[in-house]
């Protein structure tokens, strides 16, 4: 079978399926293992252990799929900007003026891919039934679908495979389209016709995502601290979040964009965006999920990204929220949950009460009222 016309049916029927980026890299060693193996050495992946366990099958794709020969990475637009809320302003809640009532109770934010469906499942979907349509095509062939959870350097290679470039914010960048996108891959026993790296950067003398990061993340630019970083405390962190971090959370219940919301590269407007939205996600009621029981955690989230937060680390993001947001009306339920059974919980309860409360004395003392901005 002729190469190149398999590897543009390919791409057709990516396409088909969602993806609206698509290009293909030789499968060969990760260009960026030496850089990745340097951020895990400087302690940057925090309390994600998989990620050490699993180093140094980063360095080439084999560790996937034995026999493969060509890595096809495609990328899926999710949309941004859809919550009616602003999103350059990480402290959204902080900025309004409770003291005159000026409290939208719909006030915790999450990050734009979270406003759908569960994500991983939604791809791995897609992704399977390219892989599947690709062994159909060429009987005998071997495949492997990935997307997230398995060692492959995935920003590595889509930049390798013509997608886009790695920004100082440390994510891929498409010049067409931003880069709110999911990435996956395709791994193939196939000689592919490969796409020519993307061979240039277009972050200029920009700083805006380092300068806008609201904990300071970047230690330096295109490296990521994540154990600062806001998607990595209120999604993958499991214990307490480091009090000193918790103010900088603002109103961020799931995930942070901020650094990707400032970028010039998402600025442009996009059509055609594949992966569904959810509005009633864009924003949720911080007071209303501390009182979320298990069953009704399990009922609401199941289908969505926040099931993987587990209940325990959502009610602890809402709980920061609140004081951050630092309403008094927070009080009842920020007390209930001083009764919780997970103690991430109580402890973040406890912390957003003595927050209000000091607020709240400032404020009948004449002292600045906000504790946070
Ligand atoms: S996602 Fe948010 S906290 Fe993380 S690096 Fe970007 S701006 Fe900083
Ligand atoms: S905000 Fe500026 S520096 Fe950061 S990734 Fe975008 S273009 Fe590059």
Redesign the pocket.
């Known amino acids: 079978m002729e190469t190149a016309s398999l590897t543009s049916r390919l791409k057709a029927k990516a396409r088909e399926l969602g993806f609206a980026l698509s290009g293909v890299a030789p499968a060969t060693n990760a260009d960026g293992f030496p850089r990745f193996r340097d951020w895990l050495a400087r302690g940057y992946a925090g309390e994600m252990s998989y990620l050490r366990t699993q180093g140094d099958a980063r360095e080439h794709p084999r560790s996937i799929l034995e026999t493969v020969r060509s890595v096809l990475m495609v990328g899926m637009e999710y949309a941004y900007g859809a919550g009616g809320v602003s999103p350059l302003c990480?402290f959204e809640a902080n900025c309004a003026d409770v003291s005159q009532g000026a409290y939208a109770p719909r006030s915790g934010k999450l990050?734009a891919y979270a406003q759908g469906p569960d994500y991983h499942r939604y791809i791995w979907d897609r992704l399977n039934a390219l892989a599947a349509w690709l062994e159909a095509e060429a009987p005998g062939s071997r495949t492997e679908a990935v997307a997230d959870t398995a060692p492959l350097l995935e920003r590595d290679f889509a930049r390798r495979a013509g997608l886009g470039w790695v920004g100082k914010?440390?994510m891929l960048i498409n010049r067409r389209r931003g880069s709110f996108f999911f990435l996956g891959a395709v791994l193939t026993d196939l000689d592919l016709a490969t796409d020519a790296p993307f061979a240039t950067a277009h972050c200029g003398t920009c700083t805006a995502?380092l300068d806008?990061?609201?904990?300071?993340?970047?230690p330096q630019p295109f490296v990521?601290d994540a154990a600062?970083?806001?998607?990595?405390?209120t999604v993958e962190l499991r214990s307490a979040i480091p009090v000193e971090l918790r103010e900088?959370m603002g109103n961020?219940l799931y995930?942070?964009?901020?650094?990707?919301d400032v970028c010039p590269w998402n600025s442009k407007p996009r059509e055609g965006v594949a992966f569904p939205h959810n509005a009633e996600l864009a924003a949720l009621d911080p007071i209303e999920l501390l009182g979320l029981s298990a069953d009704q955690f399990r009922e609401r989230f199941k289908r969505t990204s926040l099931w993987r937060n587990r209940r325990a680390g959502l009610l602890r993001n809402a709980a920061i929220v609140l004081g951050n947001v630092g309403d008094e009306r927070a009080l009842p339920a920020l007390e209930r949950a001083l009764g919780d059974a997970e103690e991430v919980i109580r402890d973040a309860a406890a912390w957003a009460i003595e927050r209000i409360r000091q607020r709240y004395s400032n404020v009948n003392s004449g002292l600045p009222s906000s504790p946070s901005v």
């Open positions: 990480a990050a914010n440390t995502c806008a990061c609201p904990t300071k993340a970047f990521l600062k970083c806001i998607s990595y405390l900088p961020w995930g942070c964009d901020v650094c990707q």
